[in-house]
């Protein structure tokens, strides 16, 4: 969850205009302080980033960004995913440097920590839905748990739930296999 917001309204405009490395988000016009990720967090997010680059370098194509590429939810909303995967016909990040104000990624994976466990699991989750991305991953690493979501009639329905040495597996938006404690070196 975040943790301090500044006090004056800011917009889309002003939250693509931050330093590459200020880990604020746009939380109904505040800019929100986010919690610094730490290293089990990465070590997740440079393996699924992993599995998604290995499979768009195989010849399927596609582009998979990681923490810190902003998507407009609103005009007073803006998140930064911890990784997104666009598929080959997704051409929006390419054409929107600064952040995606237009356009909607294919995949959001989201990394949960405690402070940020409700954030993910209600508040993102209703707003990747109203932006329409088709899969929405939550991943705990104190579980170790995967929840794959799949948006249905503008809802996401629970695709798959694993956890521990349970196989995690998907064909969207390819054929995925891994255990959720594996993620965790």
Partial sequence: MPSSAASAPYTWDDFVALDE??????IDGELVEV???????????????????S??????GGRVLAS?????ISDRRGVMPDVQFYRR??????????????????LVVEVVSRSSRRYDRVTKLRWYAARGVPEYWII???APSVLELRLTDGAYRVE???SGDQQFMTDWPFPLQFHPADLIL
């Fill in 21 to 26: 490395d200020d880990l604020r988000e746009l």
């Fill in 35 to 53: 919690e610094v990720p730490g290293s089990k967090h990465e070590e997740i997010v440079a393996t699924l980033c992993f599995f998604l680059r």
């Fill in 55 to 60: 499979w768009v370098e195989a010849g399927h």
């Fill in 68 to 72: 810190g590429y902003k998507v407009r």
């Fill in 89 to 106: 016909d997704n051409d929006a990040p390419n054409e929107q440097d600064a952040g995606l104000a237009v356009g909607r990624p294919d």
């Fill in 140 to 142: 705990d690493p104190d």
């Fill in 160 to 162: 798959a739930e694993v």
